[in-house]
């Protein structure tokens, strides 16, 4: 026997129903902000992510599934989605169209971890990406969305939590003052942390290292080196943020593990699933198309593990979607029966309603168990006596009631 590979999930059909529900709410909800479907490829080339994630991180450094394709080009399975957005926003010049570009993305993401609850190494992720815009509105626009979303699904628990990491500018003195600090902890820093300190000594406070996330904790904060544009931008962001009613607090340790970021970064971490609390993470990366060979274009988004707003739905007892089920079974009794019932379900079937038949030659008595089983509502009886008056005779699984109804009527019959 073949078992599924360690990390991942299947979805069976039992269990579908709660992603569409989810699926669906969030495509609606993207669409109420105006936001419109993209989709790219699920692999891309390495580089793409070299220069995009930053190859300081730990998903490029640790946890990127990377082959050589039959050309002996070195691709990569996607293991986060604004990448590829923003090389399909230059490629496609995306930027000649009127702005602000308002996208999202419902796609699998794939990092090679330590699998554990609400980690997986393929999880789905929404994510949104909003094109154009510099200001602090922007920000507060997809963070509003991501607020919307929870709130339709009935989340509770949640903590919002924001900061800025600055600009370049900014970010050069900080960075300086976060080597000289670590620069006194050599002999305690992992080894990644050690080559960290000289190329990207934000990357330590990412850290998930015990004694590097306490060493961490007294480091400098960033919010005490931002320029004035960027001190501007993250209290402008606050004062919004307070007149759309969304709570929130300021946490200067949040730095998210990507390093496209800039100035603004923002979790949503529920206390109802664990250490792996974070359900929504993202922020502002203004540098990335320029980064990328494109022009410079200011951006804002997120990204929401599906997986994990099922889980924090699931342990909150929020409403996850109605069971799928066909409303209609038709079951045939005899050879003659069996064309005719088959003909039955594609008129329903062409008429927009839900039908069955069964496809197995069970006897009545099975039929009717697997009806009761499945949770049809009706069960269209046909036998020989049906089929010279022309009719079915009709049961109301719910409701317990039997009635003959015309087979040129069933259509109307199941549309009342």
């Known amino acids: 026997m073949i078992n599924i590979p360690k990390g991942t999930k299947d979805v069976l059909p039992s269990e579908s129903y709660k992603w569409h529900y989810v699926e669906n709410t969030v495509r609606k909800i993207a669409g109420n902000y105006g936001f419109h479907e993209i989709r790219t490829p699920v692999f891309e080339h390495t580089e793409l992510f070299l220069r995009g994630v930053g190859d300081t991180t730990d998903i490029v450094n640790k946890e990127m599934y990377t082959f050589n394709d039959k050309g002996d080009r070195s691709m990569t399975l996607k293991p986060e989605g604004t990448a590829g957005v923003a090389r399909c926003f230059i490629e496609n010049a995306l930027d000649n169209n009127p702005q602000p570009t308002k996208m999202y993305y419902i796609t699998p993401v794939f990092r090679y971890e330590k699998p554990q609850s609400g980690r997986l190494r393929e999880h789905h992720q929404f994510g949104t990406e909003l094109y154009g815009s510099d200001t602090p509105y922007a920000d507060a626009e997809v963070i509003s969305l991501a607020k919307a979303i929870f709130d339709s699904f009935g989340i509770k628990n949640l903590v919002l939590n924001i900061n800025s990491i600055g600009c370049p500018k900014c970010r050069a003195e900080y960075s300086k003052a976060l080597r000289a600090y670590f620069a006194g902890y050599k002999d305690k820093l992992c080894p990644t942390c050690l080559e960290r300190l000289e190329k990207n000594p934000l990357r330590i406070l990412d850290c998930k290292v015990d004694e590097c996330k306490e060493i961490a904790k007294d480091a400098p904060v960033v919010l005490d080196y931002l320029c004035d544009d960027c001190k501007a931008h993250h209290v402008k962001l606050q004062e919004i943020l307070t007149a759309l009613g969304i709570d929130f607090k300021v946490n200067p ?69 109605d069971e799928e089920k066909s409303l209609v079974y038709i079951a045939p009794l005899g050879e003659t029966a069996y064309g005719e019932a088959l003909k039955i379900t594609d008129t329903l079937r062409h008429a927009d309603i839900s039908a069955d038949c069964d496809i197995m030659g069970k006897s009545l008595k099975a039929q009717m168990k697997y009806a009761d089983k499945m949770k049809y509502k009706y069960v269209c009886v046909l036998g020989e006596d049906e089929l010279q008056k022309g009719v079915v005779s009709v049961k109301d699984m719910f409701e317990k009631t039997v009635t003959d109804v015309k087979i040129s009527d069933l259509t109307e019959f199941f549309r009342q």
Request: charged fraction near 15%; charge should be neutral.
């Open 253 to 321: 340790q949040i730095v998210r593990g990507l390093d496209y970021y800039t100035r603004t970064v923002f979790e949503f971490v529920s206390t109802s699933i664990g250490s792996q609390g974070t359900v929504c993470g993202g922020g502002r990366y203004n540098n990335l198309v320029k980064e990328l060979g494109g022009k410079e274009v200011p951006a804002v988004g997120f990204g929401m593990g599906i997986e994990r707003i099922l889980m924090v739905m699931e342990n909150g007892g929020c409403f996850v979607g």
